[in-house]
């Protein structure tokens, strides 16, 4: 059974740094894109990071470029979500999510309906 377990979030102030971590119980994982998608209250799940089969293959969100970091490592089945300059608008619920789909073009990679599994989240919340 593939399982996605993010940890790592918290509650900060504004201008701090948190790191998020997800572990996948996942048969092939470095054959996937992994990608992180965040959703607030009231709002629609949105994207943020994905990080393809080559580990500096990645996207951003315009909202997080520069701020945020995605990494992965496939010897321990890892993603990693390096969040820095957090801002109250970064408050949401933090998802892992994974995608089969080969190298998939910045277009489709941003959309939650190609990733086939999903954590369950973690809570950020950034004070101001």
């Known amino acids: 059974q593939v399982q996605l377990v993010e940890s790592g979030g918290g509650l900060v102030q504004a201008g701090d740094s948190l790191r998020l971590s997800c572990t996948a119980s996942l048969r092939g994982f470095s054959d996937y894109v992994m990608g992180w998608f965040r959703q607030a209250p009231g709002k629609e799940r949105e994207f943020v990071a994905a990080?393809?089969?080559?580990?500096?293959?990645?996207e951003y969100a315009d909202s997080v470029k520069g701020r945020f970091a995605i990494s992965r490592d496939n010897a321990e089945n890892t993603v990693a979500l390096q969040m820095n300059s957090l801002k109250p608008e970064d408050t949401a619920v933090y998802y892992c999510a994974a995608s089969p789909l080969a190298s998939p073009v910045s277009a489709i990679v941003v959309k939650p309906i190609v990733y086939n599994y999903w954590g369950r989240g973690t809570q950020v919340t950034v004070s101001s």
């Open positions: 990080i393809r089969q080559r580990p500096d293959s990645t």
